[in-house]
């Protein structure tokens, strides 16, 4: 059974980098055709996709956030992790790491971590 | 950006009772050329994940009771619970997987009368 489990920075100052990582048990983050994504949920804006790392490396990401984010892989410890810089307090929400399941660029999202919360505070 | 919308915002369902919920893409998440709906449906309880119910459309996941149903294509998709049960309280969210930005529905969230 698939096992994701998130971690990392909960607390965030604004204009600082927040770092989050995914380590995936159960399955390797290098086998095809998956993807693994990153997606947060806040009270304002719902459930929202910040991009995912293709297997082979290849990133896409929501062109909303698209300048400040860098989701990359680490194959040796089977994890992949989110970089978001220049925080804002919009940027408080749950954290979800997830597989997305599909075909080529097109992905549902079959496996869920359980999400950490980061909240960007003085 | 596909925008996906969601309707009721909410609704209280009897015990045994159908329960229905609307979600209406911006653009059609049909693909001719797979013959293919690229909409999933989710369900989230308080304080967890969101879980896969239903993908391509109408097609359910492994593990989902068969009460739970999706229908529609283009633009314009269902979920149904054909007999609500108390565990199926929460809030419905519906997915595009067209194209990117993957975009998500605001949700509906689903109450016992």
């Known amino acids: 059974q698939l096992q994701l489990q998130e971690s990392g920075s909960r607390l965030v100052k604004p204009s600082q980098t927040l770092s989050l990582t995914c380590a995936v048990s159960?399955?390797?983050?290098?086998?095809?055709?998956?993807?693994w994504s990153w997606i947060r949920q806040s009270p304002g804006k719902g459930l929202e996709w910040i991009g995912y790392v293709y297997h082979t490396g290849t990133t896409y990401y929501n062109p909303s956030l698209n300048s400040r984010v860098t989701i990359s892989l680490d194959r040796s410890k089977n994890q992949f992790s989110l970089t978001l810089s220049s925080v804002t307090a919009a940027d408080t929400a749950v954290y979800y790491c997830a597989r997305g399941n599909g075909i080529l660029t097109f992905y549902y999202f079959d496996y869920w971590g359980q999400g950490t919360l980061v909240t960007v505070s003085s | 950006d596909i925008v996906m919308t969601q309707s009721p915002d909410s609704l209280a369902v009897s015990l045994g009772e159908r329960a229905t919920i609307n979600c209406k893409s911006s653009q059609s998440v049909f693909y001719s050329f797979k013959n293919k709906n690229y909409l999933a449906w989710y369900q989230q309880k308080p304080g967890q994940p969101p879980k896969l119910l239903i993908y391509w459309a109408s097609t359910r996941e492994s593990g989902v009771p068969d009460r739970f149903s999706g229908s529609g294509s283009g633009t314009d998709f269902t979920l149904t619970i054909s007999s609500l049960q108390a565990e199926d309280v929460a809030v419905y969210y519906c997915?595009?997987?067209?194209?990117?930005?993957?975009?998500f529905g605001p949700g509906t969230k689903v109450d016992i009368k």
């Open positions: 997915q595009q997987y067209y194209n990117t930005p993957l975009t």
């Open positions: 159960g399955g390797s983050i290098s086998s095809g055709p998956y993807s």
